[in-house]
């Protein structure tokens, strides 16, 4: 075989390339993304084929998480609300060398929660939640297989679904004429 390794998604041969006969292909590569070229030869060393293998991603830079999420309903970040039980939410700020393939999303009671629900966009919209606080943590993946060093917590969601208690009005007394006191 003949090969090439380069950040080419094709490649023309010419017959200088280096030749792989056995063995294991050690290739080396820094940060970025590159394709395997490969050109077979029969028992009587004519050229039988070529295939383009890749592209096969490096980066040494673990990528980094989200730095905001917004409710995409108006809900505010930590304020109890009642109107809105399935929220969705989107994110910005995240950064990675080799590209975002997508992140890791936890929405749940535990404020150090953690999971393997993945979503390739920087979008998430939860089923019905039930009263309480979640929290959306997520963690980002590359291209290159790499996970940003922690999960980031970015929003707290609360809902109460309970309706609110009516109020009572007990008279205590008599009418004292003052203006900032009842009686």
């Known amino acids: ?19 792989w006969d056995s063995g294991d292909l050690i290739l080396t590569a820094e940060a970025g993304t590159y394709y395997l070229h490969v050109m077979a030869f ?18 040494e830079t673990p990528p980094t998480n989200p730095t905001s999420a917004v409710e995409t309903h108006g809900v505010v970040s930590g304020m109890w609300q009642s109107a809105v039980s399935a929220p969705s939410f ?10 975002i393939d997508g992140y890791y999303v936890y929405l749940g009671t535990d404020e150090i929660g953690e999971s393997t629900e993945y979503v390739t966009s920087a979008a998430y919209t939860s089923p019905e939640l039930t009263t309480g606080t979640y929290y959306l943590r997520l ?16 929003f ?12 009572t009005v007990e008279d205590d007394g008599q009418y004292s004429g003052s203006r900032t006191k009842l009686h």
């Open 139 to 154: 963690r980002t993946k590359d291209t290159a297989g790499n996970v940003a060093d922690e999960w980031a917590t970015l």
């Open 156 to 167: 707290s969601f609360r809902y109460d679904s309970s309706a609110p208690e009516t109020p």
């Open 42 to 59: 029969n028992g009587e060393d004519v050229a039988n084929g070529t295939l383009d293998l890749g592209p096969y991603i490096f980066a």
């Open 1 to 19: 075989y003949r090969y090439a390794w380069n950040a080419n998604p094709t490649h023309e041969f010419n017959g200088s390339e280096p030749v």
């Open 90 to 99: 989107t994110w910005t700020g995240a950064t990675a060398t080799a590209g």
